[in-house]
């Protein structure tokens, strides 16, 4: 079984920080892709930052700037540093893997539980 762990969500004032980790465990032989997405209430899960194995790191553009994403590949770990938060940040973040599972050549996608991030004004 894989998983993908999160911590670091909670409230915080506009302008604020915060700093979200997603630790991957289980049979993973590796990981392609990290990364996180959001869904606040009413709306549809979106995308916030992605980093590929390789490639190029791909942020919305609604977080350019202030979020940056970043990853620890010997703790299978990714995070996400949020600065100059704003109310519209309010959302659950997911944290988002796509890897080769243990005994398989193929690759899966995989969700966090969420972590819930609240900004107030």
């Known amino acids: 079984q894989v998983q993908l762990v999160e911590s670091g969500g909670g409230l915080v004032q506009a302008g604020g920080s915060l700093r979200l980790s997603c630790a991957a465990s289980?049979?993973?032989?590796?990981?392609?892709?990290m990364g996180w997405y959001r869904q606040a209430p009413g709306k549809q899960r979106e995308l916030v930052a992605l980093?590929?194995?390789?490639?190029?790191?791909n942020y919305a553009d609604s977080v350019k700037g202030r979020f940056t994403i970043s990853r620890d590949n010997a703790k299978n770990t990714v995070y996400l540093q949020m600065n100059s938060l704003k109310p519209e940040d309010t959302a659950v973040y997911y944290c988002?893997?796509?890897?080769?599972?243990?005994?398989?050549?193929?690759?899966?996608?995989?969700w966090g539980q969420g972590t819930q991030v609240t900004v107030s004004s």
């Open positions: 988002y893997s796509i890897l080769v599972k243990t005994g398989t050549r193929l690759t899966f996608q995989y």
């Open positions: 289980g049979s993973i032989v590796s990981i392609n892709t």
């Open positions: 980093f590929p194995s390789g490639g190029a790191i």
